[in-house]
Structure formats: C-alpha cells, structure tokens
C-alpha cells in the first residue's frame, strides 16, 4: 500500500495494522516470545474487521476503493499476469495515444491481444496517459490492432479503467463519438473470443468503446456508469457534494451491474481491497479470465456471437403496462 495514502472508513483497518507491526518490531528488538499471542489476537481482530468492511461497503465507498491511489493499475495487474508484452503505438493517422496500451502478449501459455487502458500513478504519469481519458486515436488504435488479432487467430483481452474518453475540443474535432461507436461495432463483429474486466472505473463510453465482450467481469470494488457520481449530482442536484446519493441511485458497483445483467461475473478482490494485496488480486484476476477464456473457446463461433448479440440487445429492455 502506498503510505500515508487511505481513505477514512479504512482508518480503523491502519490502526490495527501498524499496531502490529508496532508489536512485531518490539518482539524482534527484544526477542520477546511473549508478545506472539498478542500479535496473533491483533492480526484476528484485523480479520475479523476486514470482513466487516467488504460487508457493509456502500456505493459511494466502493467508488472510492475503485479511485484508491494505491489501487492496482492496468500496468500493475498486466505485468503480474501476463508475459512478454509487447507495446505497439499509433492509429496510422494522428498519433499515438498513452491513454490506451495494446499489443500481443502471453497468456498462461495464449499468444493474447491485451488493451490496457492506463491512468498513470504519479503526476508525470498521470499526464502523460492523460488520466486514463483517451483521445479518438486511442480507438482508432485499438481498432488497428483487433484486425491484427483477428488475421493471427488470437483472443483480445480488455482492462479498464477510465472516467471516461476525454471531452475535450480537439477530440471532438476528429470525431471521438464516431471512434468510440465505430469501436464497438468492431467489437461486435470481432469473429474471435474476447474478454473484458472493469478493474477501476469504468466510465461511459469511454469504457464501452472496449467493453462489448463475450465475457464481461468486474472487479468487486470497480464501478460501471454512464457518468460519475459528482457529474450526476451535479446535474440532477445542482450539487456534486450529494455524488454519495448519486452513486447510491445509478447503480454503479460491480453487484448491481451483475444483477441487472450488465456484467457475467464477479472477480473477488483480497480482503480490504485489491490495494491492500496486488498480487493476490491479480492472481484472482487471472484465474477469472483463464476460465472464461476456456469457457469461450470451447463455444461454436456462430453459437459464442449469437450470445454476445443477444446479452447487450437484452440490455435495458423494459414493459409498458396500462396504467
């Protein structure tokens, strides 16, 4: 975790960790046995509230596990699950675009197209992949290498985590909502197994332009929205401080998305939050998507797309009753 970086409901979870490692370094120093039991009773008692948190974790706060500045990013989990990637750049018509990585890579043994869509930690980073917001040659991009894909017979597998394509006027000027549209008609179309998680945010079209998937997880603190919770309340409220309230109603967690039929799965995340345990996070991860992948590969082609067509045409579909 990075330090001096956590929310405030995760307080009482700090405590009871530096107060064993309080314990441990004293026991170390003076080779003090004695202090075992106690350190045992601490890291129960640490358990037991960990627990408690993932039990009662409201929307707004899994909002803010899904934004955590020690969570987890695409990069972080990419190079805990798969190997040999190989970065490739640009749309072959403006520029190259940070906020979205795509090249193959190894999957357990599965030559992969991986497409990592990535914020950045520290500032420079942040900036230079743009916050995670892409531009309309991100998609373009990522349009480039799914042909890639399709002509070597490989699977695509999509991470993300975004607040959303970037709003901005030059974007607009070269056609960002016909780059994401034309994105997910690609994708669509695209004749091979394709996976997606949700491993942060998942904001908008932004996230849709990768997120037509034949399977689509999320992890268990990741959001999933048309718009956040403080652009929501910002419009519906006139108030972006009542984003909790606004959370609460849009249905943005990973178990809302499941029962409304948004998402196929559910990938649990380490006690506390993928941030507290990386690693076991990312094995989680790659557990989820081995076995979605070989759930896919085993389907008919004609009998996996009619699937993928019909679980997003299902979406949103609602009966008019007389009153």
């Keep these: ?32 046995e004695s202090l075992d039991e106690e350190i045992r009773d601490v890291e129960r008692k640490l358990d037991t509230a960990l627990r408690e948190l993932a039990s009662r974790l409201t929307p707004w706060q899994r909002t803010q596990l899904a934004r955590h500045p020690a969570r987890p990013l695409a990069t972080d989990l990419a190079e805990r699950i798969f190997e040999d990637f190989l970065e490739l750049h640009g749309d072959r018509s403006f520029r190259d675009d940070a906020a979205i990585l795509a090249g193959p890579a190894r999957f357990r ?29 991100g998609y373009r991009k990522v349009m480039r290498f799914l042909s890639q894909a399709e002509r070597f ?57 990768l997120g037509v998937a034949d399977k689509v997880l999320m ?38 998305a499941r029962r409304l039929g948004v998402i196929d799965g559910i990938v649990e995340e380490p ?16 557990d989820a998507l081995a076995e979605a992948l070989e759930e896919m590969e085993g389907m008919k082609k004609s009998d996996r797309l009619e699937a993928r067509y019909r679980k997003f045409r299902k979406m949103g579909v609602f009966h008019e009753v007389d009153a």
């Design 271 to 286: 006690p506390g939050g993928a941030h507290r345990n990386p690693d076991e996070a990312a094995k989680r991860l790659g």
């Design 109 to 137: 043994g599965r030559e992969v197209l991986l497409i990592l869509q990535e914020k950045g930690r520290e500032t420079a980073e942040k900036v230079r992949h743009n916050f995670g917001m892409a531009h309309p040659e």
């Design 1 to 32: 975790m990075i330090e001096n970086k956590y929310l405030d409901f995760e307080r009482p979870i700090i405590e009871l960790e530096k107060k064993i490692a309080e314990l441990r370094a004293a026991a170390q120093e003076g080779g003090i």
């Design 153 to 209: 017979g490989r699977p695509v597998i999509s991470l993300i985590d975004t607040p959303g394509a970037y709003p901005g006027i030059g974007a607009e000027e070269r056609g960002q909502a016909w780059a994401i549209a034309a994105s997910i008609e690609r994708f669509f179309a695209f004749p091979g197994v394709t996976l997606a998680t949700v491993i942060g945010e998942g904001g908008s079209g932004g996230a849709l332009a």
């Design 219 to 256: 992890m268990e603190n990741a959001i999933y929205s048309v718009i956040s919770p403080e652009g929501c309340a910002s419009i519906l409220f006139r108030d972006a401080a009542r984003a909790p309230e606004a959370a609460a109603a849009m249905k943005v967690t990973a178990q809302d």
